[in-house]
C-alpha cells in the first residue's frame, strides 16, 4: 500500500504529480506574461539586461549540466549522473524564476538590425532566422516541461534499482535532447540579440 506521505503519494501517481506540477508551472508564466500575477516587484532598465545576462549564464551551466549527466549515465555511474542531473533541474528553476521576474517586473526586447552590423544587408532573411531559433526554442521549453518533471519526479521517488523498471530511461533521453536543443538555442539567440545586434523594448 502506498505511504501518506507526499513523496510516498509522487512514487505511487508519478503522472498524477507531474500533472499538476505542469499546470503550476504553465499558469505562473501565463500569468507573468499577462500581468496577471503580481508578484514581481517592477525593474529598471538596467536590471532587466542584468537579468538577460544572468539568464544567459544560467542556461549554459544548466545546458552543461544536463550534457555532463548524459556522460555520465553512459558511463552508468548512476550516482553522478543523479547530482548532474539535480543541478540542471535547479539551474533550470532559476531560469524560470528570472525570467519571469524579468517579463513580469520589466520588459521583453525585440531585435533590430541596424546599417553596418554583421549581414546587415540581409535583415530580413538574418531576422527571420532569429525568429525562427527563437520560436523552436519556446516551443521545445513548453513542450519539454511534462517530459521533464516526469523524468525528475521518477527519478527522486525511486532506487536505481527501481527506476530499471520504469520508463525513467525514456522520458529522460526525450528531456535531455529537447532542454539541450531549447538550452541551446536560448543561449544563441542571447548573443544575436544582445551581442551581435540591437535591440528595443517591447
Known sequence: MASATAP?????????????????GYAL??????????????LSRETVILFSDLIAVVNSLALTSLLVGWWFIRRDDVRRH???????????????????????????????????????AYAGVVELAYLAM??????????????????VVLGLTHTPEELRQTSHARYGRVAVA?????????????????????????
Open 8 to 24: 510516498g503519494y509522487a512514487k505511487a501517481h508519478p503522472r498524477r504529480v507531474t500533472a499538476v506540477l505542469s499546470v503550476v
Open 29 to 42: 508564466v501565463i500569468g507573468a506574461f499577462e500581468g496577471l500575477i503580481p508578484l514581481f516587484p517592477e
Open 82 to 120: 543523479r547530482a548532474a542531473m539535480l543541478v540542471a533541474f535547479a539551474l533550470i528553476c532559476a531560469f524560470l524564476v528570472l525570467y519571469l521576474w524579468k517579463v513580469g517586473g520589466g520588459f521583453e526586447k525585440a531585435i533590430e538590425i541596424r546599417e553596418g552590423q554583421f549581414l546587415a
Open 134 to 151: 527563437l520560436a523552436v526554442h519556446i516551443l521545445l521549453s513548453v513542450l519539454a516541461v511534462p517530459v521533464v518533471l516526469y523524468a
Open 178 to 202: 529537447s532542454w539541450s536543443l531549447s538550452l541551446f538555442l536560448g543561449v544563441v539567440t542571447y548573443w544575436l540579440l544582445n551581442h551581435v545586434y540591437a535591440w528595443v523594448p517591447r
